[in-house]
Protein backbone atom coordinates (compact mmCIF):
# COMPACT_ATOMS: atom_id res chain seq x y z
CA UNK A 1 0.00 0.00 0.00
CA UNK A 2 3.11 2.66 0.77
CA UNK A 3 4.69 1.55 -2.07
CA UNK A 4 1.36 2.21 -4.42
CA UNK A 5 1.15 5.23 -2.26
CA UNK A 6 4.99 6.66 -2.99
CA UNK A 7 4.59 5.85 -6.45
CA UNK A 8 1.47 7.97 -7.10
CA UNK A 9 3.14 10.53 -5.33
CA UNK A 10 6.29 10.39 -7.89
CA UNK A 11 3.89 10.55 -10.62
CA UNK A 12 2.26 13.64 -9.17
CA UNK A 13 5.68 14.93 -8.90
CA UNK A 14 6.40 14.24 -12.44
CA UNK A 15 3.50 15.43 -13.36
CA UNK A 16 4.04 19.00 -12.03
CA UNK A 17 7.63 19.12 -13.15
CA UNK A 18 6.22 18.29 -16.47
CA UNK A 19 3.85 21.07 -16.57
CA UNK A 20 6.07 23.72 -15.23
CA UNK A 21 8.38 22.84 -18.12
CA UNK A 22 5.87 23.01 -20.68
CA UNK A 23 4.47 26.66 -19.07
CA UNK A 24 8.23 27.99 -19.10
CA UNK A 25 8.24 27.03 -22.70
CA UNK A 26 4.58 28.34 -23.58
CA UNK A 27 5.70 31.81 -21.96
CA UNK A 28 5.36 33.77 -25.25
CA UNK A 29 8.97 35.89 -24.68
CA UNK A 30 10.82 32.63 -24.46
CA UNK A 31 9.40 30.61 -27.79
CA UNK A 32 9.95 34.44 -29.30
CA UNK A 33 13.52 34.30 -28.27
CA UNK A 34 14.23 30.45 -28.81
CA UNK A 35 12.38 31.12 -32.30
CA UNK A 36 14.43 34.01 -33.29
CA UNK A 37 17.57 32.84 -32.55
CA UNK A 38 16.68 29.44 -34.61
CA UNK A 39 16.49 31.99 -37.55
CA UNK A 40 19.30 33.86 -37.17
CA UNK A 41 21.73 30.73 -36.83
CA UNK A 42 20.05 29.41 -40.20
CA UNK A 43 20.19 32.88 -41.79
CA UNK A 44 24.01 33.34 -40.39
CA UNK A 45 25.25 29.89 -41.67
CA UNK A 46 23.69 30.53 -45.23
CA UNK A 47 25.17 33.92 -45.87
CA UNK A 48 28.67 32.27 -44.83
CA UNK A 49 27.88 29.94 -47.19
CA UNK A 50 26.54 32.28 -50.25
CA UNK A 51 29.29 34.66 -50.14
CA UNK A 52 31.68 31.97 -51.25
CA UNK A 53 29.55 31.17 -54.39
CA UNK A 54 28.72 32.73 -57.59
CA UNK A 55 26.06 32.60 -60.24
CA UNK A 56 22.91 31.57 -59.18
CA UNK A 57 23.79 29.26 -56.97
CA UNK A 58 23.67 31.67 -53.96
CA UNK A 59 19.38 32.50 -54.68
CA UNK A 60 19.18 28.64 -54.71
CA UNK A 61 20.71 28.61 -50.96
CA UNK A 62 18.63 31.49 -49.97
CA UNK A 63 15.61 29.70 -51.18
CA UNK A 64 16.98 26.58 -49.35
CA UNK A 65 17.17 29.18 -46.20
CA UNK A 66 14.41 30.47 -46.26
CA UNK A 67 12.11 26.87 -46.32
CA UNK A 68 14.38 26.19 -43.57
CA UNK A 69 14.07 29.64 -41.69
CA UNK A 70 10.05 29.07 -42.13
CA UNK A 71 10.57 25.23 -40.71
CA UNK A 72 12.38 26.69 -37.23
CA UNK A 73 9.03 28.72 -37.26
CA UNK A 74 6.58 26.63 -37.52
CA UNK A 75 7.78 23.91 -35.39
CA UNK A 76 9.05 26.53 -32.61
CA UNK A 77 4.84 27.74 -32.65
CA UNK A 78 3.67 24.11 -32.82
CA UNK A 79 5.56 22.52 -30.20
CA UNK A 80 6.70 25.54 -27.72
CA UNK A 81 3.63 28.21 -28.37
CA UNK A 82 1.49 25.20 -28.65
CA UNK A 83 -0.69 27.37 -31.70
CA UNK A 84 -1.82 26.91 -35.16
CA UNK A 85 0.20 28.75 -37.57
CA UNK A 86 -2.29 30.35 -40.28
CA UNK A 87 -0.40 32.55 -41.04
CA UNK A 88 1.66 30.63 -43.40
CA UNK A 89 -0.88 28.57 -44.53
CA UNK A 90 -0.20 27.48 -47.91
CA UNK A 91 -3.54 28.28 -48.68
CA UNK A 92 -3.42 31.65 -50.61
CA UNK A 93 0.41 31.69 -50.39
CA UNK A 94 0.94 32.56 -54.12
CA UNK A 95 -1.77 35.01 -54.59
CA UNK A 96 -1.10 37.16 -51.25
CA UNK A 97 2.78 37.01 -52.18
CA UNK A 98 1.87 38.72 -55.69
CA UNK A 99 0.05 41.34 -53.92
CA UNK A 100 2.39 41.71 -51.39
CA UNK A 101 5.34 42.34 -53.95
CA UNK A 102 2.67 44.72 -56.31
CA UNK A 103 2.02 46.76 -53.34
CA UNK A 104 5.93 47.03 -52.17
CA UNK A 105 6.87 47.91 -56.02
CA UNK A 106 4.34 50.62 -56.37
CA UNK A 107 4.87 51.98 -52.95
CA UNK A 108 8.97 52.36 -53.53
CA UNK A 109 8.06 53.45 -57.38
CA UNK A 110 5.37 56.00 -56.49
CA UNK A 111 7.67 57.45 -53.30
CA UNK A 112 11.22 57.34 -55.96
CA UNK A 113 8.91 59.52 -58.63
CA UNK A 114 7.59 62.03 -56.35
CA UNK A 115 11.27 62.59 -54.85
CA UNK A 116 12.55 62.65 -58.83
CA UNK A 117 9.64 64.90 -59.99
CA UNK A 118 11.13 67.50 -56.73
CA UNK A 119 14.68 67.67 -58.36
CA UNK A 120 15.91 65.00 -55.43
CA UNK A 121 16.78 61.76 -57.57
CA UNK A 122 17.97 61.69 -61.51
CA UNK A 123 18.46 58.66 -62.89
CA UNK A 124 20.81 57.18 -65.46
CA UNK A 125 21.03 53.42 -66.77
CA UNK A 126 24.23 51.80 -65.65
CA UNK A 127 24.83 50.53 -69.10
CA UNK A 128 26.45 47.59 -67.06
CA UNK A 129 27.19 44.09 -69.16
CA UNK A 130 26.46 42.26 -65.97
CA UNK A 131 22.30 42.86 -65.52
CA UNK A 132 22.04 39.07 -64.91
CA UNK A 133 24.74 39.23 -62.06
CA UNK A 134 22.42 42.41 -60.68
CA UNK A 135 19.39 41.04 -60.71
CA UNK A 136 20.25 37.54 -59.45
CA UNK A 137 22.02 39.25 -56.33
CA UNK A 138 19.67 42.13 -55.46
CA UNK A 139 16.86 39.73 -55.51
CA UNK A 140 18.75 37.38 -53.45
CA UNK A 141 19.62 39.72 -51.01
CA UNK A 142 16.04 41.16 -50.62
CA UNK A 143 14.37 37.54 -50.70
CA UNK A 144 16.78 36.43 -47.54
CA UNK A 145 16.30 39.68 -45.69
CA UNK A 146 12.62 39.96 -46.14
CA UNK A 147 12.04 36.30 -45.22
CA UNK A 148 14.13 36.50 -41.76
CA UNK A 149 12.96 39.69 -41.09
CA UNK A 150 9.36 39.10 -41.31
CA UNK A 151 9.76 35.53 -39.74
CA UNK A 152 10.69 37.78 -36.49
CA UNK A 153 9.56 40.76 -36.67
CA UNK A 154 5.90 40.26 -37.30
CA UNK A 155 5.56 36.67 -36.68
CA UNK A 156 7.41 36.07 -33.65
CA UNK A 157 7.94 39.37 -31.93
CA UNK A 158 4.71 40.68 -32.93
CA UNK A 159 2.35 37.17 -31.83
CA UNK A 160 4.03 37.05 -28.90
CA UNK A 161 3.91 40.87 -27.75
CA UNK A 162 -0.07 40.70 -28.85
CA UNK A 163 -0.41 37.80 -26.36
CA UNK A 164 0.42 40.32 -23.56
CA UNK A 165 -0.66 43.82 -24.32
CA UNK A 166 -3.18 42.92 -27.58
CA UNK A 167 -2.24 44.19 -31.16
CA UNK A 168 -1.89 48.20 -30.71
CA UNK A 169 0.79 47.56 -28.24
CA UNK A 170 2.35 44.86 -30.55
CA UNK A 171 2.37 47.34 -33.47
CA UNK A 172 4.17 49.73 -31.66
CA UNK A 173 6.58 47.88 -30.13
CA UNK A 174 7.67 45.93 -33.39
CA UNK A 175 7.36 48.96 -35.41
CA UNK A 176 9.82 50.90 -32.43
CA UNK A 177 12.00 47.54 -32.59
CA UNK A 178 12.19 47.76 -36.48
CA UNK A 179 13.65 51.34 -36.41
CA UNK A 180 16.42 50.53 -33.43
CA UNK A 181 17.45 47.73 -35.40
CA UNK A 182 18.43 49.78 -38.58
CA UNK A 183 20.22 52.57 -36.33
CA UNK A 184 23.67 50.62 -36.49
CA UNK A 185 23.53 50.57 -40.56
CA UNK A 186 25.40 53.23 -42.83
CA UNK A 187 24.55 56.36 -42.63
CA UNK A 188 21.41 56.04 -40.18
CA UNK A 189 20.22 58.87 -37.82
CA UNK A 190 17.72 59.42 -35.29
CA UNK A 191 15.64 60.80 -38.00
CA UNK A 192 16.27 57.27 -40.47
CA UNK A 193 15.78 55.11 -37.51
CA UNK A 194 12.19 57.46 -36.71
CA UNK A 195 11.27 56.76 -40.33
CA UNK A 196 11.76 53.09 -40.80
CA UNK A 197 9.09 53.12 -37.05
CA UNK A 198 6.70 55.00 -39.22
CA UNK A 199 7.36 53.80 -42.87
CA UNK A 200 8.44 50.42 -42.28
CA UNK A 201 7.44 49.27 -38.84
CA UNK A 202 3.47 50.56 -38.76
CA UNK A 203 3.18 49.98 -42.48
CA UNK A 204 4.78 46.23 -42.35
CA UNK A 205 2.76 45.62 -39.07
CA UNK A 206 -0.44 47.06 -41.03
CA UNK A 207 -0.37 45.20 -43.80
CA UNK A 208 -0.28 41.75 -41.04
CA UNK A 209 -2.96 42.65 -39.40
CA UNK A 210 -4.53 43.75 -42.30
CA UNK A 211 -4.34 40.26 -44.41
CA UNK A 212 -3.40 38.74 -41.85
CA UNK A 213 -0.55 36.10 -43.20
CA UNK A 214 2.96 36.30 -43.55
CA UNK A 215 3.37 36.02 -47.52
CA UNK A 216 1.51 39.24 -47.83
CA UNK A 217 4.23 41.35 -45.88
CA UNK A 218 7.03 38.88 -46.90
CA UNK A 219 6.43 39.87 -50.92
CA UNK A 220 5.91 43.72 -49.60
CA UNK A 221 9.37 43.25 -47.99
CA UNK A 222 10.86 41.82 -50.75
CA UNK A 223 9.75 43.99 -53.34
CA UNK A 224 10.39 47.30 -51.38
CA UNK A 225 14.38 45.88 -50.90
CA UNK A 226 14.49 44.76 -54.80
CA UNK A 227 12.88 47.85 -55.93
CA UNK A 228 15.94 50.33 -54.06
CA UNK A 229 18.32 48.06 -54.97
CA UNK A 230 17.87 47.83 -59.04
CA UNK A 231 17.06 51.42 -59.43
CA UNK A 232 20.74 52.13 -57.55
CA UNK A 233 19.20 53.48 -54.15
CA UNK A 234 20.98 52.53 -50.91
CA UNK A 235 19.14 49.94 -49.09
CA UNK A 236 18.65 51.13 -45.18
CA UNK A 237 21.92 52.62 -45.71
CA UNK A 238 23.68 49.72 -48.06
CA UNK A 239 24.90 50.52 -51.42
CA UNK A 240 22.87 48.73 -53.96
CA UNK A 241 24.72 47.86 -57.65
CA UNK A 242 21.79 48.67 -59.30
CA UNK A 243 20.32 48.79 -63.16
CA UNK A 244 20.47 52.86 -62.83
CA UNK A 245 23.14 54.75 -61.24
CA UNK A 246 21.12 57.97 -58.96
CA UNK A 247 22.49 61.66 -58.67
CA UNK A 248 21.43 62.85 -55.55
CA UNK A 249 20.45 66.60 -55.20
CA UNK A 250 18.80 68.93 -51.95
CA UNK A 251 18.39 68.07 -48.80
CA UNK A 252 18.53 64.85 -46.83
CA UNK A 253 15.24 64.96 -45.53
CA UNK A 254 14.21 65.06 -49.53
CA UNK A 255 16.33 62.37 -50.87
CA UNK A 256 17.18 60.39 -47.88
CA UNK A 257 20.98 60.90 -47.82
CA UNK A 258 23.33 58.56 -47.73
CA UNK A 259 20.57 56.23 -45.76
CA UNK A 260 19.03 56.22 -49.24
CA UNK A 261 15.14 56.17 -49.93
CA UNK A 262 14.23 55.30 -46.78
CA UNK A 263 15.59 58.40 -45.10
CA UNK A 264 13.70 61.07 -46.73
CA UNK A 265 9.97 62.20 -46.06
CA UNK A 266 8.18 61.42 -48.86
CA UNK A 267 8.34 56.97 -48.29
CA UNK A 268 7.10 58.06 -44.83
CA UNK A 269 3.94 59.91 -45.77
CA UNK A 270 3.44 57.89 -48.45
CA UNK A 271 3.27 54.87 -46.23
CA UNK A 272 1.29 56.50 -44.13
CA UNK A 273 -1.39 56.85 -46.80
CA UNK A 274 -1.07 53.08 -47.54
CA UNK A 275 -1.36 51.71 -43.97
CA UNK A 276 -4.08 54.27 -42.14
CA UNK A 277 -6.60 52.46 -44.81
CA UNK A 278 -5.26 49.36 -43.86
CA UNK A 279 -5.99 49.99 -40.46
CA UNK A 280 -9.00 50.95 -40.82
CA UNK A 281 -9.89 47.99 -43.21
CA UNK A 282 -8.88 45.84 -39.95
CA UNK A 283 -10.65 47.53 -37.58
CA UNK A 284 -13.89 46.91 -39.51
CA UNK A 285 -13.35 43.26 -40.17
CA UNK A 286 -12.78 43.10 -36.36
CA UNK A 287 -16.26 44.57 -35.96
CA UNK A 288 -17.90 42.38 -38.50
CA UNK A 289 -16.62 39.57 -37.10
CA UNK A 290 -17.43 40.59 -33.35
CA UNK A 291 -20.61 41.24 -34.31
CA UNK A 292 -21.48 37.51 -36.27
CA UNK A 293 -20.01 35.79 -32.91
CA UNK A 294 -22.99 33.68 -31.32
CA UNK A 295 -24.59 35.39 -28.29
CA UNK A 296 -24.12 33.01 -25.22
CA UNK A 297 -27.86 32.48 -23.18
Known amino acids: MKKKMSGNKELLQNGRKFSALSSFWRFPIVW ?3 GAIGIVLIDTLFRQLTERLEGIVPLIFTLVMGFLAILVYKLTLTYLARRSTPEISRRRAGIETVLGVLTGAIFITASAFIIMALGGYSFQWAGSGNTSFVLISTIQTA ?3 AIVEELIFRGLMFQAIDQFGGKPLALAVTSLFFGVAHL ?3 GATLWSAFAIVLEAGVLL ?10 WFTMGLHFAWNAMEGLLGIPVSGHVAAGLFTVKVNGAALLTGGGFGLEGSIVPVVVSLL ?3 PMLFATARKRRVEAANLPVSK
Not at 205 to 214: E, H, V
Open 274 to 276: ISI
Open 205 to 214: GAAFLWRRNL
Open 184 to 186: GNT
Open 32 to 34: MIV
Open 143 to 145: LGA
